[in-house]
């Protein structure tokens, strides 16, 4: 137990080390503003180039995640509904379509879904 507890604060000690010199050595000593502004082949930018984000496609993006990984999730039913009994695998799968589908009438509900507002 000794050993481990040693080990870990080994492992923690050089890991704070090597990160404090990677903060130190990656300080930029002199900031030239000409290499700091945006480059548009040698030519003063046209607008900004800090455009806003859209959080609506943020939004989307993180929906379209989210049941991306449900949709993996639903894949492997029907490969499980020939391994298991017939009336746990409808109680299981059931329950996990109604909160499927719960989650979605939330979305929808709060105006997620829409893109133009």
Known sequence: MMTLTMLTMLTMSISTIVMMMASIISK???????????????FDPMSSARMPFSLRFFLIAVIFLIFDVEIALIL????????????SWMIISTMFMIILLMGLYHEWNQGSLEWAS
Do not use: Q, V
């Open 76 to 87: 492997p039913m029907t490969i499980i509904m020939m391994l298991s009994e017939m009336k």
């Open 28 to 42: 930029k000593i002199n900031e030239d503003r000409e290499k700091a502004s945006p480059f548009e082949c040698g």
